[in-house]
T-cell receptor
């Protein structure tokens, strides 16, 4: 079992729809959770971070964390073609050690 | 300002060359990281520096040698690399070496011939 697993892609949604990205993790001691967006050939760009159970909203993005289920998700509302990218879930424990999922490639079709 | 800079942007080197990658941040962050990312794969952690001291080495081959001259600078010295070491090398930093947000630089794309 991988330490961090993301729903397999690619994921394709029409413009204006909601895109749902999911991530599960195996280490119950994990303390912080991040979603990064990565365009082809570029470095990861932080989209959201979440530390506590529940929802966290930032504009069109909502991160959801359920530590009991070891599950974190990212919802993108009103998806735009510019949201087309690979989304990486990262789970971090102590000492700054981050583990990334394999990523989910999202395509938003106009 | 959450900027991490990396130089060079691109690097081509032979297997007998010695080169260095450079990373800089001026955010007062006390933790700095090196990651390696192959095409269509996630970043893999290589090294973590905490308060200028190496705190994590993820069993990286000795042909990669990190150095942290001061709290703002991080270098990665490369020697006798193999073609399979060709990848995007990413530097990141965070306020503290804990569970805090890591900010990535733009990366150095390395090609080993």
């Amino acid at each position: 079992q991988k330490e961090v697993e993301q729903n397999s892609g690619p994921l394709s949604v029409p413009e204006g729809a909601i895109a749902s990205l999911n991530c599960t993790y195996s280490d119950r001691g994990s303390q912080s959770f991040f979603w990064y967006r990565q365009y082809s050939g570029k470095s990861p760009e932080l989209i959201m971070f979440i530390y506590s159970n529940g929802d966290k909203e930032d504009g069109r993005f909502t991160a959801q964390l359920n530590k009991a289920s070891q599950y974190v998700s990212l919802l993108i509302r009103d998806s735009q073609p510019s949201d087309s990218a690979t989304y990486l879930c990262a789970v971090q424990g102590n000492a700054g050690k981050s583990t990334f999922g394999d990523g989910t490639t999202l395509t938003v079709k106009p | 300002d959450t900027e991490v800079t990396q130089t060079p942007k691109h690097l081509v080197m032979g297997m007998t060359n010695k080169k260095s990658l450079k990373c800089e941040q001026h955010m007062g962050h006390r933790a700095m990281y090196w990651y390696k990312q192959k095409a269509k794969k996630p970043p893999e952690l290589m090294f973590v520096y905490s308060y200028e001291k190496l705190s994590i080495n993820e069993s990286v081959p000795s042909r990669f040698s990190p150095e942290c001259p001061n709290s703002s600078l991080l270098n990665l010295h490369l020697h006798a690399l193999q073609p399979e070491d060709s990848a995007l090398y990413l530097c990141a930093s965070s306020q503290e070496p804990s569970w805090e947000t890591q900010y990535f630089g733009p990366g150095t794309r390395l090609l080993v011939l």
